[in-house]
């Protein structure tokens, strides 16, 4: 009989993740040069973008990596959605801002991030994790407050792009960001809305993939709200116009987010919790 083990790539590769985040967070914040083509509107939400990234992901992808590594569920779910962050963050970063000497690094850290997520997937215990939360009422809560971002945001973002394609003109945001289309539209309307709306749907019909997804979301929404506050309060320092209620209500859903997030996680480590295994890299007689 022989036994094959499937490397489980989380602690290493959350090493190299962070060190390169730390790299273009740092050059972003102290290195003029970094952004020295962008537009001053577009430089501004950078270095607030950098200043998260620096702050808060870097440690939560590094704790949540080697706790996940251990064998934590709850630690695995928190890291695949700091990945999730990333993928969308560094999209922008390799596409959208350009080209100096950090290009190589954004690449890098795009493609590793996508394909540690990749190779991660095998190890989540989905039947697991859906028999510890299906109990739980925050299974109907998470999903309609996922229905309702994805459908306010997707209605905001259409706004703006509808109304300029009817007026024949570009929309203002591509202007104050001198790029080719808005990035964040893009990522929001093919990738992450969507994303929300089927892990929604998943949730509602008790599918073992919304148990797994919905904590997920709620990491990556959670940071993306903290960046959003972020760079609304860097842009006002920066002489954008200083919109407070804007800032309030980003944080408000952090910490929305962030409390749900904390519910279904302790719901889930109450119920899977001394379980061998669940975590561990599959094994092959």
Not at 13 to 40: D, H, K, M, N
Not at 137 to 160: G, H, P, Q
């Amino acid at each position: 009989m022989t036994t094959e083990r499937t490397h489980d790539p989380l602690l290493w590769t959350s090493i190299l993740i962070a060190l390169l985040v730390a790299v273009t967070a740092v050059a972003g914040i102290f290195w003029p040069a970094t952004y020295a083509r962008e537009t001053p509107y577009s430089r501004a939400g950078a270095i607030a973008s950098d200043i998260v990234d620096l702050s808060l992901v870097v440690p939560v992808l590094l704790i949540s990596g080697i706790k996940g590594s251990r064998g934590s569920i709850p630690a695995r779910l928190v890291w695949l959605g700091t990945q999730g962050y990333l993928l969308y963050n560094f999209v922008i970063y390799a596409f959208g801002v350009h080209f100096n000497a950090l290009f190589l690094v954004y690449s890098a850290t795009l493609g590793l991030s996508f394909y540690a997520t990749l190779f991660s997937l095998p190890f989540i215990p989905l039947e697991q994790i859906a028999r510890a939360c299906d109990p739980s009422a925050l299974r109907k809560t998470i999903a309609i407050v996922f229905l309702v971002l994805a459908v306010s945001t997707a209605a905001f973002d259409l706004r703006e792009d509808i109304s300029a394609i009817l007026a024949g003109r570009v929309p203002q945001s591509v202007t104050d960001l001198n790029v080719p289309v808005n990035f964040v539209h893009v990522l929001d309307l093919v990738f992450l809305l969507p994303a929300l709306g089927i892990t929604a749907a998943l949730l509602l019909r008790r599918k073992p993939a919304g148990y797994a997804l919905a904590p997920v979301c709620l990491t990556l929404l959670a940071i993306m709200s903290i960046e959003l506050a972020s760079i609304v309060a860097v842009m006002g320092r920066k002489g954008f116009g200083m919109n407070l209620p804007m800032i309030i209500s980003f944080l408000v859903l952090a910490v929305g987010f962030t409390v749900l997030l904390c519910f279904y996680l302790s719901l889930l480590k109450a119920r899977v919790t001394g379980e061998p295994g669940l975590a561990r890299s599959p094994e092959k007689h």
